[in-house]
């Protein structure tokens, strides 16, 4: 099931790029796929942001709505009127997440084993690439490693999830007083969660220019190029959403 829905296609998709588009050169087949796929899943992305931004500023009410129903039944009634009155739902997002991690896969054991012509796995009605260049802009070698494609990697990353880091929402309104317990809990949720998206912030593009580096210049490749397009999308649907207020 894994070959046939997620991995040939894509497979079939480089092979028919390198041999019809960009005439047997596997770097810029490698773009061109990235950002076929990102088109693809562009519904989805937006979905995500946009939920992403309604639960920002859903926060302040969501937290009104903890201190003024201590009652759990009574204050999961009030937070789902208050989903259904922004159109959106708490898992909506992880949702949309969860649907594109088998694309991504599927895109990084392409570019892992996509560098040699695999005759059991190309569609019949394909023809075969009779030439295949590996070496991208004259200098950098697809099937070796490249710091510098594997240090851009990193860094794209970690502009996209400074972007994709939403802005705190203003949290400025009026509480009922609650007792020093639940004070001190809040309090420690909010520094745990903001440490661990600080974390991830930081170490995911260490971690993303290792694996870059580590593997080949190719998977280096397509992070670079996936990143980027995540850039602009990111940038491009929160200011449409931002206009339109959702």
Known sequence: MWNTIFYQPIYNIL????????????GFAIILVTIIVKLVIYPLTKKSIRSQILMKRMEPEIKLIKKNYPNKEEQAKKT????????????????????????????????????????????????????????????????????????????????QGYLATPVKANDKVEILPVGA????????????????????????????????????????????ISNTFSIVQEWYIRRSLEKKSI
């Open 15 to 26: 092979i028919f790029i390198i041999g019809h588009v960009t005439f047997g050169d596997v």
């Open 181 to 224: 317990d639940e004070t001190v809990a809040n309090s420690f949720q909010d520094d745990l969660a903001s440490s661990m998206q600080t974390n991830i912030k930081y170490i995911l593009p260490v971690f993303i220019v290792f694996i870059a580096w580590k593997i080949s210049a190719a998977i280096a490749l397509y992070f670079v």
């Open 80 to 159: 789902m009127d208050l989903y259904k009155k922004y159109g959106t739902n708490p898992f909506s997002g992880c949702f949309v997440v969860i649907l594109q991690i088998p694309i991504i896969f599927a895109l990084y054991f392409v570019f892992l084993h996509g560098l040699s012509l695999d005759p059991s796995l190309i569609y019949s009605f394909l023809v075969k690439p009779a030439y295949i260049h590996t070496n991208f802009l004259g200098f950098i070698e697809m099937g070796n490693k490249s710091i510098f494609l594997a240090l851009l990697a990193g860094i794209t990353q970690f502009i």
